[in-house]
């Protein structure tokens, strides 16, 4: 009976959508994937553009996925998304979608999407004043970039941690960690991560009244910024 069933219309009709809910979710990966390279470079404002027409089916296809357990599914897309979520203020959205897959990220210990998911919410709650929230974030991904060996992981979040102790009045706190991602960055061949590095080491300097040491810092992150245009 059970064999019957299993071969009936309606169970092959119900296996046939969801296998095309499936291909749907996976499709709008893949375009999310592609526009989230875009956003970094000179067609950043038409990928926006397409990305916001596409906002629904990203929101199905993250649906589909939770609904259905589709756990890396979601963390992928969830990470894709993020400069999306971050250049139209979608920051609750954002920490929503990465907080539900995180949980099965950690249980399948899929470490590579694990850390940007926790990168990516430190960046959402520090947007939204949460310091402490984004400080364990952002040390807890430093740690697992460490792990998988990931040098530009471990600037960007080096960077992050210098940033929340910088805008907190830690100074002291904050110079090493500029210092030591500017390091990595000028190891990677990161201009501008070099560039952010010496204009926040420059914000800490200046707020120590160091300002010959500031300027310097400045002068030499804006002659970077003004190669890229």
Sequence with gaps: KEKLLESSPLQKGVRGLLELKK???????????GHD??????????????????LDNFRTAMGFAQEKGEWKLLGELGVALQHFFYMRGLWSEGIQCLRQAEAEL????????L???????????????NCEGARNLYTESLYLYKELGDK???????NKLGRIAWSQGAYDEARPFFTDSLHL???LGDKLGV???LNNLGCVAQDQCAYDEARQLFQESLQINREFG
């Design 185 to 187: 960055y000028r190891e």
């Design 37 to 54: 390279q875009k956003l970094r470079g000179a067609d950043q404002s038409t990928a926006l553009s397409l990305m916001a027409l596409e």
């Design 23 to 33: 291909a749907h979710a996976e499709y709008y990966l893949s375009v999310a994937q």
């Design 195 to 197: 560039a952010a590095s």
């Design 115 to 129: 850390v940007k998911a926790l990168y990516w919410q430190g960046m959402f709650y520090h947007l939204q004043g």
């Design 152 to 158: 530009l992981g471990i600037a960007s979040s080096l």
């Design 106 to 113: 950690r249980r399948v210990k899929d470490n590579k999407w």
